[in-house]
């Protein structure tokens, strides 16, 4: 009898530690693809999780900089629960993820900068005078909603699932000007090569949402109407005619190329 029990006992015991380093072995390591974060005021950005285990504790150094939450339900990433960090006034920050099945925890740096809007041209598009060559080698336009009212300019590179690929070409500024309800007049100025900076205007062909979300996420201060939603479907990303003003040339008979605000992310430790 006392031999069948040391067997029964020595069972058990081989059962809990093969439970228990199963276990172990499920818990994954928490771990970031960066070590920091920005994320633009009023924007919301979700960090890039190596691994985890889906149930994490936040704790935000300076809640009047940031805000942060989980959301489950994604595909993709660990356990399918991401991370996101919430802007609310420009400032530095850190953001403390405890996972709560081991444990471990990971304290990234959380920078909030001006918020932007993403000019993104589409070289391949349709228009009636387009002009591939139309401001050359650049892809991205980032209009800062600051007081200077900063521009910076890319190229599109190699992109990773990590990474953009977005390189900065040059700095310069901007300026919009309201128009129709279809027209608003861009103002670049900027330099591609050691010449002395110049000024390019364009005529941006759109509709009352682009000038509504240009006013308030850039600051404007038009006062451009709230939008009304009069749609039954889901409209898809509209995509809209940027085209160069030339002197004495009457509207609609300029060199064009399609754009579209992007929801790209500017790339980390650009903006001050």
Request: net charge negative; with cysteine; charged share 20%.
């Amino acid at each position: 009898m006392k031999t069948r029990t040391l067997s029964y006992s020595s069972i058990l015991f081989c059962i809990l530690l093969l439970w228990s380093a199963c276990k172990e072995d499920a818990d994954a390591p928490l771990r970031f693809y960066d070590s920091k974060y920005e994320v633009p005021m009023g924007g919301r950005r979700y960090l890039g999780i190596e691994s985890g285990n889906g149930d994490y504790s936040l704790e935000i150094g300076n809640a009047h900089i940031a805000s942060a939450g989980t959301e489950t339900g994604w595909s993709g990433v660990p356990a399918g629960c991401q991370i996101y960090v919430t802007g609310i006034l420009t400032g530095s920050t850190y953001l403390k993820v405890t996972d709560n099945a081991t444990q471990e925890t990971c304290t990234l740096p959380i920078k909030v900068v001006d918020n932007y809007e993403d000019i993104n041209l589409i070289r391949n598009s349709i228009r009636p005078n387009i002009d591939k060559n139309l401001l050359p080698g650049i892809d991205d336009i980032f209009l800062i909603s600051n007081a200077a009212r900063d521009a910076y300019f890319f190229k599109q590179g190699k992109q990773t699932a990590f990474s953009s690929g977005l390189e900065l070409i040059t700095k310069g500024s901007y300026a919009l000007e309201q128009g129709t309800e279809d027209r608003l007049t861009l103002s670049l100025t900027f330099s591609l090569d050691a010449a002395p900076p110049s000024e390019h205007k364009f005529i941006l062909w759109g509709t009352p949402y682009l000038s509504h979300r240009l006013d308030k996420n850039l600051q404007l201060n038009w006062g451009t109407p709230p939008l009304e939603d009069t749609r039954t479907s889901p409209e898809p990303p509209p995509s809209y005619t940027l085209e160069e003003i030339t002197e004495g040339g009457e509207p609609g008979t300029g060199r064009q190329i399609g754009f579209m605000l992007n929801y790209k992310e500017i790339p980390t430790g650009i903006l001050p």
